[in-house]
């Protein structure tokens, strides 16, 4: 029977075999004559096991750690004789990697679009936010006053970025993301540097923390106009359905005759239930849509996994795609008749 001991590293704990454990001891032990004695060299060891800790979660998931899987890791963060083996010079000088364009699922607020656009472009996050926020408003209403089909072009791109940009799933995908090989010269030279510029930082956090607060109010404005306007919506749907003649006076049996001597196809397509439906469902699911997204917006919670709002986005596609083409299939066959 294989022996196994507890061991803990980057603040979580794994099982190893006893070999395992030996070789992880050793390394540790390497790493710390190599980068205790440099600037910073605590947290430098701190970023280099929470790397082995998340590489050993992602590669064992649970079971017992071999010494193989300890070696993989090693492979991949480095070993202190070959890091010194390096021409010092060219050390200091090492660029950066090239940076990796994926979803952000860590720092996602609907589906890690933004922040991964962020991470690839060195941007903040929240204007980005902010960017398609603003530019959502101003198609949609632009659209609208102007019976525009742009009208959710903004909302339609994210969509496509969505499913066209992967997810970072992996560490390395992580480390891809922000141009990072992982291994443990590239966390010293990242730590180093963040030391020499803390106090910049310092200042940046607090001009992020008021950003990220404006932010968040202006989401939450934007939450409660796409919430009053998809209630308003429905509401009126349903007021006009059940009591607009009523209410409103509308004639409707003018405006259906008018429509059958026009537009004979429309008036066979609502004397059909499935008719009726797919004409509902082009007006419905935008509100539905509208009331979803400023719920979401207002509590700030994380999306399903099955993504309802870009599953009620796509429904609606697939309806007015299908009602235009009944539309123009009937409007075709009466051209043919006269």
């Known amino acids: 029977m294989t022996q196994t001991e507890q061991y803990s590293i980057g603040g979580y704990a794994f099982t190893l075999e006893k070999e395992a454990a030996e070789v992880l001891s050793r390394y540790i032990r390497d790493l710390e004559n190599h980068y205790l004695p440099q600037e910073g060299g605590r947290e430098i060891m701190d970023g280099i096991e929470e790397r082995i800790a998340e590489l050993l979660g992602e590669r064992c998931r649970g079971r017992v750690v071999a010494a193989a899987d300890i070696r993989g890791v090693i492979e991949v963060i480095g070993r202190p004789e070959r890091i010194e083996a390096e021409d010092p010079q060219a050390e200091n000088e090492a660029p950066k990697g090239k940076k990796k364009l994926f979803r952000d699922l860590e720092n996602k607020r609907l589906g890690g679009v933004c922040s991964g656009l962020a991470s690839f472009f060195g941007m903040d996050v929240t204007w980005l936010r902010l960017g398609f926020a603003v530019l959502t408003l101003i198609t949609f209403f632009s659209g609208v006053e102007h019976?525009?089909?742009?009208?959710?072009?903004?909302?339609?791109?994210?969509?496509?970025?969505?499913?066209?940009?992967?997810?970072?799933?992996?560490?390395?995908?992580?480390?891809?993301?922000?141009?990072?090989?992982?291994?443990?010269?590239?966390?010293?030279?990242?730590?180093?540097?963040?030391?020499?510029?803390?106090?910049?930082?310092?200042?940046?956090?607090?001009?992020?923390?008021?950003?990220?607060?404006?932010?968040?109010?202006?989401?939450?404005?934007?939450?409660?106009?796409?919430?009053?306007?998809?209630?308003?919506?429905?509401?009126?749907?349903?007021?006009?359905?059940?009591?607009?003649?009523?209410?409103?006076?509308?004639?409707?049996?003018?405006?259906?005759?008018?429509?059958?001597?026009?537009?004979?196809?429309?008036?066979?397509?609502?004397?059909?239930?499935?008719?009726?439906?797919?004409?509902?469902?082009?007006?419905?699911?935008?509100?539905?849509?509208?009331?979803?997204?400023?719920?979401?917006?207002?509590?700030?919670?994380?999306?399903?996994?099955?993504?309802?709002?870009?599953v009620i986005f796509v429904l609606w596609l697939i309806d007015l795609v299908v009602l235009a083409v009944v539309l123009a299939a009937g409007a075709i066959s009466t051209e043919m008749f006269i």
Not at 232 to 247: C, D, E, K, R
Request: hydrophobic residues 50%.
């Open 147 to 310: 019976d525009g089909a742009w009208s959710l072009s903004i909302p339609a791109l994210y969509c496509i970025l969505w499913v066209a940009m992967p997810a970072a799933r992996t560490a390395q995908d992580r480390w891809a993301m922000k141009g990072d090989s992982g291994t443990a010269d590239e966390i010293r030279r990242n730590v180093q540097a963040g030391i020499h510029e803390m106090g910049d930082a310092a200042r940046e956090v607090a001009r992020s923390d008021f950003f990220k607060q404006f932010g968040r109010i202006f989401l939450v404005a934007v939450g409660i106009i796409l919430l009053i306007g998809g209630t308003s919506g429905l509401a009126s749907m349903s007021l006009l359905t059940f009591h607009g003649p009523q209410l409103f006076h509308i004639p409707w049996n003018e405006w259906l005759q008018e429509l059958a001597d026009e537009a004979p196809f429309i008036t066979d397509l609502l004397s059909q239930t499935w008719g009726v439906v797919l004409l509902a469902l082009a007006i419905i699911l935008p509100f539905v849509g509208l009331l979803y997204g400023g719920i979401q917006l207002i509590f700030g919670f994380k999306s399903p996994s099955w993504k309802p709002g870009l």
